[in-house]
């Protein structure tokens, strides 16, 4: 049986504006299928430009999507282009956050407010008519990407709602990990329902952990990972995967950061740095994977380490692919920090 890429045929992630997505928005250089205040969920989900987008998918064509930050998640199924209803359904709107990392935003928690109150007054107000349906019949929930779960009313009372609607949905849920401690598991009563846990982390040291992550608290972080971990080994979530953008700043640290998420029976996952909001500076500076950084050839040499090969790791398939230069490439292109 061949394999495809599972998201546009079991998920769907919804942003404030109403647009929906089958995956990450940026993954799929915003290939929208349709905008759930404006119309049906149906004639979103198995409307024409669902179909086309798995019509490519099926034929083995990613042209929707964007492969320098996303690897297709393949299985073996047999794919349609008309799906009943999606398995996951992903919020991703709240950008509400507690901490600042420096390749995600330019300032802690400043959007407009009133623009934010906007939105999700409008989601609300629609919940019942909108989600609940989906989410009855959805086998996971997955949030938040765009910001802090625990750092935002409004997502805390979405959690509490859907969980109301199907006390049985599994939540994924990814998360800088400072609130995400036992007392918070605790007072959201969350805690039979998790099914994987992501925690942005991007180090294991205090000193470099500080220079990416503005507002954070290393001590914190560890501590409550070191909780999910405990969680984990007691079976009570599925999966822990702990994420890594690798960034000049951190690079150097990514062999002890495998060997930290093993011991944490946890995933060590590394993607590329993918600017979304730096100048293009800064971009340069924190890019080890472009070509023309002065430590572009140290990065792919480091990436040879047979501890990459562990069952543990994942390293995203840009990374994977990434090829030295010559000298001479270097001496002429090369970016002079």
Wanted: hydrophobic share 35%; aromatic share 14%.
């Amino acid at each position: 049986m061949s394999k495809y890429c599972i998201h546009p045929f079991q998920s769907i992630q919804i942003q404030n504006t109403g647009e929906v997505y089958c995956c990450c928005c940026y993954w799929t250089n915003f290939y929208s299928f349709g905008n759930i205040f404006k119309q049906s969920f149906d004639e979103i989900w198995n409307g024409e430009k669902a179909k086309e987008f798995r019509k490519q998918f099926i034929e083995n064509n990613y042209k929707f999507c964007n492969l320098e930050i996303c690897d297709p998640c393949l299985q073996s199924f047999e794919p349609n282009y008309s799906v009943e209803y999606p398995q996951k359904v992903e919020f991703s709107y709240d950008r509400r956050c507690n901490v600042r990392c420096i390749f995600c935003r330019t300032e802690k928690n400043k959007e407009e407010e009133e623009y934010n109150r906007r939105k999700e007054k409008k989601i609300e107000e629609n919940f019942d008519r909108i989600f609940t349906p989906i989410i009855e019949k959805a086998e996971i929930v997955e949030l938040n990407s765009a910001g802090e779960l625990f750092a935002s009313n409004h997502s805390i009372e979405i959690v509490k709602k859907i969980i109301k609607i199907n006390p049985k949905i599994k939540l994924n849920i990814i998360s800088n990990g400072l609130l995400f401690s036992p007392q918070n598991i605790e007072k959201l009563g969350i805690k039979q329902n998790l099914d994987t846990v992501i925690i942005s982390m991007h180090s294991t040291t205090k000193k470099t952990y500080e220079k990416l992550v503005e507002h954070g608290n290393f001590k914190e972080l560890i501590k409550n990972v070191d909780y999910l971990s405990q969680l984990k080994k007691d079976g009570v979530i599925k999966s822990l995967r702990l994420n890594f953008v690798v960034t000049s700043i951190n690079y150097k640290e990514m062999k002890d950061f495998v060997k930290f998420a093993k011991k944490r029976n946890a995933i060590a996952f590394f993607i590329n740095y993918h600017r979304q909001i730096n100048s293009d500076e800064l971009m340069m500076k924190l890019d080890i994977s472009n070509s023309s950084h002065k430590k572009y050839n140290d990065f792919v040499k480091r990436l040879k380490d047979p501890i990459f090969n562990e069952d543990c790791c994942v390293i995203n398939d840009y990374l994977k692919n990434l090829k030295p230069v010559s000298q001479s490439f270097w001496e002429t292109f090369c970016f002079k920090q």
